[in-house]
């Protein structure tokens, strides 16, 4: 899972960077001294999980929850044992853990978020025969490395691909993947026939295509920009009465 750290203790920020580099299950993107950097970091990049400081100065914790729209999975962690019953007032909070922090409770606490996660969005029968009908007619398989471990994504699941800097976003229906490569090599090792640059920072999954407007289209709950210079070959690309 793809998380971020927002704790105002630079120290807190370490030990919980720490025990997750020891979990084969996280991968940390960024940490933030502070909520508001990390709202402005969710506008653009969501996560799958936040490690988030209850009790920090000005604006805790649990404003940061109320603030961001469709929270990820949340893990609380605090000196104050006594938040703990406030904490799971909020569907978005999985775990509370009180300060200091060992490894085998920080274990506890992802396995919560993780099993949460796969029940988020259970593939369906119907998504399911299409994708591996779709597979049948390419390799579907496309391994990234990520903080040193080589991960498996099925290209079919693979809904978006945004170039951010020196760094690919992979969004799939249940996971997201940060990757430091470029979008044309990326886009070289998958599909043509499925998969399309619609701008200069996207590459899409026609087939996951919910609604097409004048310069964007719709995946799941994400519009995607559609540049002019490539809108003409992706409405020839698609299958149109």
Known sequence: MNCIIIDDEETSREIILYLAKNNPNINVLETFSNATSGIKYLNDSPVDLIFLNVSMPMFNGFDFIKTIKNPPNIILSSLDKSFAIDAFEYKCVVDYLAKPITQERFNKGVEKALSIHKEVIPPTLENKKKEESFSEDSKDDLYVSIDRRLVKIDIPSINIIEAKGDYIFLKTSSKNFMVHSTLKKIKDKLPQDYFF?????????????????????????????????????????????
Request: proline residues 2%; aromatic residues 2%; glycine residues 0%.
């Open 197 to 241: 640059k619609v701008h200069r920072s996207y590459v899409i999954n026609t087939k996951k295509i919910i609604d097409i407007e004048d310069s964007s289209v719709l995946i799941e709950r994400d519009v995607i920009p559609v540049s002019r210079s490539h809108r003409k070959e992706l409405l020839r690309r698609l299958n149109l009465l």
